[in-house]
């Protein structure tokens, strides 16, 4: 799964407080779960900053990673994730299945 979220988005913690629990039951099947951040400043310290707390509150065992595109960017999509074109919504969840179907 690919999860899309900013630390700032209340649904985003919603989301997440259910995905980390289904992590930590699931992982063992072969579940994985990548999180991209998209934070309110382009300054990878200040956006790592403010996941510090947001990963801790929900014990996140899956990798966050900055995208180093601010939230408020228009072009945030294809800047990050060029082949999905936009974003629309906070969190968006991607499932990729592994056999690439």
Known sequence: MLQIL???CPNCMDETDFLSGYYKKNKQKGVEIISL??????DFKKSQKALQPF???????????????????SLRAQK????????????????????EK
Do not use: M
Request: avoid cysteine; charge should be positive; glycine fraction near 6%.
């Open 55 to 73: 990963q801790k509150r929900f014990t996140i065992q899956y990798s966050v990673l900055v995208t180093g595109v601010a939230v408020s960017d």
């Open 6 to 8: 900013g630390s700032w």
């Open 37 to 42: 951040a998209y934070e309110r400043t382009t």
């Open 80 to 99: 990050a994730l060029s082949q999905l074109g936009k974003i629309t919504a906070f969190p968006t969840t991607i499932f990729i299945n592994k056999n």
